[in-house]
């Protein structure tokens, strides 16, 4: 009987082995034994099943017998954090809740007398055994006779500590007497490799470019044409979508990249292994309406419990945003955050989002529809998490859309409703300036411009000739604001007004426009 190079091949030995040796034509050692021993009676010695395994469904993700081999068991590293106890399940020795990423293995009693027997258990670098699916108890003895098949079979779970480098290069053999089987294992994982969220024009780096690996038509078409900016940029802050030569959104625009491990399993495990690029998100929205002095919240969600639990999905219509399809090994997901550029009856809006992306996988060739809102995980967290934020303070333009706001107090432009034509020509802020709403009307029978904000504080300004005015306010023996009116080609009537709004942030990181990696931190409560 051939053997693995250290291995005790006593008559009579039962033994169950795992390595990870690899020959010089890519069969690793034990595959290379059972090509050799093919006439030796390979037998039928286990049952084994992939990751995910549901004693409820057992039928769904059992190995078929013939495919122990050319196929073998699949489920992911154990690196994930299915008990959310923000530790990875590997590091866990005592228990994982709700765990199912473990590889099952029943062993039948190979013979109801075993007489002395024994079952030999060995174990290389990189997996783990265990008695139980949740990872109680440590599977340390390493042998067993004749009792130790309760109901008349053992059964064991097999973790893997880190991802395979290659399809199938863990392998369980089990060994009775002359009589052998084996099964191949192969441990997933992804890997986030780069993120797309430059802004640079067409021509100018490759940083603008569609990724060569990205070929979902739809999604190539989302970033090339729907999501492009008209300075040509594909990615990064600011505003996008053109339509008609004029962008329509203001937010972020970025892609990751993600490698799957080992290279090639797609092709190995065909249309049952299936990939989703899913996410988290905690964000806070706020508004402040023309001439209001109010920050008002305008949409928040938290991150979900559960670690697997997405919470940003597109639920009920097809996933457009992501490449789940494996091409050189690499999948894709896409996402733009955004508000329309239209201010409508607002004078600034902030948005202040922090995601989580991450990569989760099927065995079962079944489908990620989420439940809305998601209350459960489907299938299984096989990447670690990639934190990225997309924060953006945007202020009312003269054309009444959104422009970033960067300054630490600002004022929006003002909307007018009047029958006169003039302008308001400037806004200073001094140092009084606070967040507030402003409204300026005319008398125009002795021709002033009354200047009153929402904290009451008011002043204004006359001109005889009806030519500009301009209205200061001062509060503390400082300024507050002065305001500078001009005429336009009709002139003013009683009751025309300007109305516009000034904000002062009270994040000490001042007002953050951005779209990059990592996580932005947003404190509770949240003070923008």
Known sequence: MGTAKGESTAPGAHFMELVQKTGEDGDTATEMDANQEQGKGNEDLCDVFDGQYDPAQPGKSKVDDKDKVNR?????????????????DVTDDNGVPGEKDLIRVEIPKPAANMGDNKVKIELPAGVEVWREATKNNKEDKREFGGDDFPGGKRVIWIEGKDKSTKVRDVQLKITYVEKFDIVKLTFVWVDIVKQWCTRVPPGAAAENNIPANLDDAFLKND????????DGSHYGHGPFEAVAGSDTRFGGRIVHEFEVSPPDVDKAFGKNLKFDVTRQIKYRDYKIVVAGGLVVANGAKDFPAGDEVPNDEQLGIADTDNDNTPKNGRIY???????????????????????????????????????????AAIGTRCSDKVDWHCVYYCVRDSAGKWAADSNATSSSASVRTATGTGTVDSVALGPQAVTEGFTATYDQPNKKWTLTGT??????????????????????????????IKKGGVAFATGDKFE?????????????????????????????
């Open 455 to 484: 904290s009451g504080d008011s002043n204004f300004a006359v001109d005889p000739n009806e030519d500009t005015w301009t209205i200061s306010i001062d509060k503390n023996g400082q300024n507050k604001i002065s305001v500078v």
């Open 72 to 88: 073998g068991a699949i489920t992911v590293a154990n690196k994930n954090d299915t008990d959310g106890d923000e530790k990875p």
């Open 223 to 230: 970033i090339d044409v729907t999501a492009q900016a008209v």
């Open 333 to 375: 997901s896409f996402d733009s955050p955004s508000n329309k550029t239209n201010a409508g009856g607002n004078a600034f809006v902030i948005s202040r989002n922090t995601f989580k992306d991450w990569v989760r996988v099927r065995f079962d060739g079944g489908d990620f529809n989420d439940a809305n809102p998601p209350v």
């Open 500 to 528: 516009f709004s000034v904000f002062k942030t009270s994040d000490a990181r001042g007002k953050v426009n951005e779209t990059g990696p990592g996580a932005f931190n947003l404190p509770n409560p949240d003070t923008p």
